[in-house]
């Protein structure tokens, strides 16, 4: 079975912090995704990764970054954290080639920001 | 623009009876359809799947049409029982040109009564 952990499940930050969350993922897979999830607006792509040391931005990049620096590990930073970004962050993992396959995902970081 | 579209955000059925969830998309170019089950505090998990050249895939209790004219697709759970209880997404992609990024809904929040 894929595994996909993240660091944190639980996280309350002060606004104006620099926010690392950490990711990894232990099946050698090649894609790499961070969404958000909030209530009416399902899950939005924040940034991805199909490589270490490379990233692309998603549908709601503004206020991130992204590090891949190995191919196991994913990092999210939200490099001065708001209110706004008060949510549940997903990180999930993809292999890629051989047909379509599904996201496989961690089980969560509910991060508040106050 | 929301590419994929759930648009009831709840649904109740009565345990034993059919559980039927809808999502609409606007993309043409979407070729690659999944449905995902999320319980509170735990990360998304991959429930059905089907591909653009097919109408219908069956797993168990759960069948996933797409009916491509109208850019709809259902999910079906039959019978429904109460540990089917959670939010689904349905979400999107195309293989070739997006990579292996997802679109998802906003999600519907299903209640199997008892």
């Known amino acids: 079975d894929v595994k996909v952990t993240q660091s944190s499940r639980y996280l309350v930050k002060r606004t104006g912090e620099k926010v690392f969350l950490e990711c990894v993922q232990d099946m050698d897979h090649e894609n790499m995704f961070w969404y958000r999830q909030d209530p009416g607006l399902g899950l939005r792509l924040i940034y991805f990764?199909?490589?270490?040391?490379?990233?692309e931005k998603g549908d709601i990049p503004e206020g991130y970054s992204v590090s891949r620096e190995k191919k196991e590990r994913f990092s999210l930073i939200l490099e001065s954290a708001s209110t706004n970004q008060t949510s549940m962050y997903l990180c999930a993992s993809r292999t890629s080639g051989r047909g379509p396959t599904p996201l496989h995902f961690g089980n969560g970081t509910r991060l508040t920001v106050t | 623009d929301q590419q994929v579209k759930q648009n009831s955000p709840s649904l109740s059925v009565q345990e034993g009876r059919i559980s039927i969830l809808n999502c609409d998309y606007t993309n043409s170019m979407f070729d690659y359809f999944l449905w995902y089950k999320k319980y509170p505090a735990e990360g998304p998990t991959f429930l059905i799947s089907?591909?653009?050249?097919?109408d219908k895939n069956e797993d168990g209790r759960f069948t996933v049409f797409l009916n491509k004219s109208a850019k709809h697709l259902s999910l079906h759970i039959v019978p429904s029982q109460p540990g089917d209880s959670a939010v689904y997404f349905c979400?999107?992609?195309?293989?070739?040109?997006?990579?292996?990024?997802?679109?998802f809904g906003e999600g519907t929040q299903l209640t199997v009564n008892p």
């Open positions: 979400a999107a992609s195309n293989e070739e040109t997006s990579g292996s990024r997802l679109t």
């Open positions: 089907i591909s653009s050249i097919k």
């Open positions: 990764s199909y490589d270490v040391k490379m990233k």
